[in-house]
């Protein structure tokens, strides 16, 4: 069954909207440009950091509040990058390496955070064991098929022996959504966030089947990505190294001041009951994100050997070829010159 221990013992590993949403009630004024950025459509407990990075910390460095956007599907993130409608996203991995392969030119700058929140909760009336959910009347739903949400079920359900051919998935945008779904029935399993998690133990018989930080050492949930073009421009560049150095600055807060962390829980968190949370339950979310999981490294840890150890793993769940040359896609350079800034 699912519980709080067991969901804070074993999480890990990682959201179109056609027109995007605007999310900003009011913009600080700053010196400076204002980065239009493109984030997922909601905003747990995860994602506080970065949201606070781009709303807090990036303003006290001489650039103006970013005008940010919602955005439901994160391959529709990934498209805003190609069209030129947004300049950096917080983005997927998978999506990105796989707009690559087709003959995008983009590139992935950091981690906007590592690992993910999400597990993958089941209806335990239907789901007791792997294989269940090949039945004809079980039916699974993923942001997006081929993403990190999909990524995440194919590949520990092909190690239990699922054939996944076998298996319905179908894609619904927004974790809020699938939750819903799962609620009412209308679904049998559904990637989520653990802090939502909690909310669906308490309503029905649900368990998690698939608890990522138990089958990966890493896994990338949403990182900072860009036009190799856009990324030339110098100006740009620099835009793109301060977004980068207010992200760790953020994750370094959330790691060492709970009370930091809580203010911005209840600013920047879209579910309505986040706004109104005790510090004690915060704390909770804090350390299974920041201690347990290690959303949130010190040193972003965006490194050329993550991605080296997970390509094989999207190639084999089908969400990439492989054919990819990660060095013309992965930019690890300006997470070391902002580091070193930083120092």
Same mark, same amino acid.
């Given at each position: 069954?699912?519980?709080?221990?067991?969901?804070?013992?074993?999480?890990?590993?990682?959201?179109?909207?056609?027109?995007?949403?605007?999310?900003?009630?009011?913009?600080?004024?700053?010196?400076?440009?204002?980065?239009?950025?493109?984030?997922?459509?909601?905003?747990?407990?995860?994602?506080?950091?970065?949201?606070?990075?781009?709303?807090?910390?990036?303003?006290?460095?001489?650039?103006?509040?970013?005008?940010?956007?919602?955005?439901?599907?994160?391959?529709?993130?990934?498209?805003?990058?190609?069209?030129?409608?947004?300049?950096?996203?917080?983005?997927?991995?998978?999506?990105?390496?796989?707009?690559?392969?087709?003959?995008?030119?983009?590139?992935?700058?950091?981690?906007?955070?590592?690992?993910?929140?999400?597990?993958?909760?089941?209806?335990?009336?239907?789901?007791?064991?792997?294989?269940?959910?090949?039945?004809?009347?079980?039916?699974?739903?993923?942001?997006?098929?081929?993403?990190?949400?999909?990524?995440?079920?194919?590949?520990?359900?092909?190690?239990?022996?699922?054939?996944?051919?076998?298996?319905?998935?179908?894609?619904?945008?927004?974790?809020?959504?699938?939750?819903?779904?799962?609620?009412?029935?209308?679904?049998?399993? @559904?990637?989520?966030?653990? %802090?939502? *998690?909690?909310? +669906?133990? !308490?309503?029905?018989?649900?368990?998690? &089947?698939? $608890?990522? /930080?138990?089958?990966?050492?890493?896994?990338?949930?949403?990182?900072?990505?860009?036009?190799?073009?856009?990324?030339?421009?110098?100006?740009?560049?620099?835009?793109?190294?301060?977004?980068?150095?207010?992200?760790?600055?953020?994750?370094?807060?959330?790691?060492?001041?709970?009370?930091?962390?809580?203010?911005?829980?209840?600013?920047?968190?879209?579910?309505?009951?986040?706004?109104?949370?005790?510090?004690?339950?915060?704390?909770?979310?804090?350390?299974?994100?920041?201690?347990?999981?290690?959303?949130?490294?010190?040193?972003?840890?965006?490194?050329?050997?993550?991605?080296?150890?997970?390509?094989?793993?999207?190639?084999?769940?089908?969400? @990439?070829?492989?054919?990819? %040359?990660? *060095?013309?896609? +992965?930019? !690890?350079?300006?997470?070391?010159?902002? &580091?070193? $800034?930083? /120092?």
């Amino acid at each position: 069954m699912l519980n709080r221990r067991v969901m804070l013992n074993g999480l890990a590993a990682g959201a179109g909207l056609m027109a995007l949403q605007p999310a900003m009630a009011g913009r600080a004024m700053a010196a400076g440009r204002a980065l239009k950025i493109a984030i997922p459509g909601n905003s747990l407990g995860v994602h506080i950091p970065y949201m606070a990075a781009m709303n807090e910390i990036l303003p006290e460095m001489r650039f103006a509040t970013p005008e940010w956007e919602r955005v439901k599907k994160l391959q529709t993130i990934t498209q805003s990058i190609l069209a030129g409608s947004t300049e950096v996203a917080a983005g997927d991995a998978i999506s990105t390496l796989r707009a690559v392969e087709a003959g995008a030119d983009l590139k992935i700058i950091g981690n906007a955070f590592m690992h993910t929140s999400l597990v993958f909760v089941v209806n335990a009336d239907k789901v007791t064991e792997a294989k269940d959910i090949e039945r004809d009347d079980v039916t699974l739903a993923v942001n997006s098929k081929g993403d990190f949400t999909h990524v995440m079920l194919v590949g520990p359900m092909m190690a239990a022996g699922v054939d996944m051919d076998k298996v319905n998935v179908v894609t619904m945008g927004g974790s809020g959504s699938r939750m819903r779904a799962l609620l009412a029935g209308k679904v049998d399993g @559904v990637p989520i966030h653990f %802090d939502q *998690a909690l909310d +669906v133990a !308490t309503q029905g018989n649900f368990k998690v &089947l698939i $608890e990522p /930080a138990k089958v990966y050492d890493a896994f990338l949930g949403e990182v900072w990505i860009c036009s190799a073009e856009w990324l030339s421009d110098s100006a740009n560049k620099e835009a793109a190294k301060a977004l980068l150095k207010a992200t760790v600055t953020a994750f370094r807060k959330a790691n060492s001041d709970p009370a930091w962390y809580a203010a911005m829980y209840r600013k920047y968190g879209t579910k309505d009951s986040m706004k109104e949370e005790s510090d004690e339950s915060i704390e909770v979310v804090r350390k299974a994100l920041g201690e347990d999981i290690g959303c949130w490294p010190n040193d972003m840890n965006h490194q050329m050997a993550v991605y080296e150890e997970l390509l094989p793993v999207y190639k084999a769940a089908g969400a @990439v070829q492989g054919t990819v %040359d990660l *060095a013309k896609v +992965v930019d !690890t350079d300006l997470i070391g010159q902002a &580091l070193a $800034e930083l /120092a």
